[in-house]
T-cell receptor, first 108, second 113 residues
Framework: AQRVTQPEKLLSVFKGAPVELKCNYS??????LFWYVQYSRQRLQLLLR??SRESIKGFTADLNKGETSFHLKKPFAQEEDSAMYYC??????????FGKGITLSVRP | EPEVTQTPSHQVTQMGQEVILRCVPI?????FYWYRQILGQKVEFLVS????????KSEIFDDQFSVERPDGSNFTLKIRSTKLEDSAMYFC???????????FGSGTRLTVV
């Protein structure tokens, strides 16, 4: 069975500080991993997908198969980054499974 | 940018009543999904739909739930006899290919009283 673990519920940092949102997964096959963001009162939006190796809004995430992790990082947090962040996994021909999410709060 | 549209944004219903939540997926997408999020909890998968049939469903998606794509554009979730514990945010999503990730709608907040 696939599982996504986001061990922390809340991360609070000051503007300009580095951010790392942790995500670990368990899946025996080759996973496809994503980060979604949900700003206050808005819809879930796709932020990153691991196979595209892109950087969106300064965020990056690297898949580490040895540690089964897909942590989301940003070197300098901005106030507008405050939101709920969800790590998610798809296995072949199946559904997207979400972690519990983490609230990122960036203080001025 | 194309969007997934959900209506209504908020629905209040009495316990035992039937509700239909509506979604218009992105027009060229092939896969359709319903998820729900009970307040303060994680986003949970309900059902996936492809080629006019359910491809996967969760334990939550019992006989009280059904989905339909009646006219090639709408994708509906019906709850036949609502319970208090059905109160949640219901999200519709669609994708062209699962590797692209899903595009989510803005959700319908269902409140069962």
């Amino acid at each position: 069975a696939q599982r996504v673990t986001q061990p922390e519920k809340l991360l609070s940092v000051f503007k300009g500080a580095p951010v790392e949102l942790k995500c670990n997964y368990s899946y025996s096959g080759s996973p496809e991993l994503f980060w979604y963001v949900q700003y206050s009162r808005q819809r879930l939006q796709l932020l990153l997908r691991h196979f595209s190796r892109e950087s969106i809004k300064g965020f990056t995430a690297d898949l580490n198969k040895g540690e089964t992790s897909f942590h989301l990082k940003k070197p300098f947090a901005q106030e507008e980054d405050s939101a709920m962040y969800y790590c998610a996994l798809i296995r072949a021909n199946s559904k997207l499974t979400f972690g519990k999410g983490i609230t990122l709060s960036v203080r001025p | 940018e194309p969007e997934v549209t959900q209506t209504p944004s908020h629905q209040v219903t009495q316990m035992g009543q039937e509700v239909i939540l509506r979604c218009v997926p992105i027009s060229n997408h092939l896969y359709f999904y319903w998820y729900r999020q009970i307040l303060g909890q994680k986003v949970e998968f309900l059902v996936s739909f492809y080629n006019n049939e359910i491809s996967e469903k969760s334990e939550i998606f019992d006989d009280q739930f059904s989905v339909e794509r009646p006219d090639g554009s709408n994708f509906t979730l019906k709850i036949r006899s609502t319970k208090l514990e059905d109160s949640a945010m219901y999200f519709c999503a669609s994708s062209f290919d699962t590797r692209d990730g899903y595009t989510f709608g803005s959700g319908t907040r269902l409140t069962v009283v």
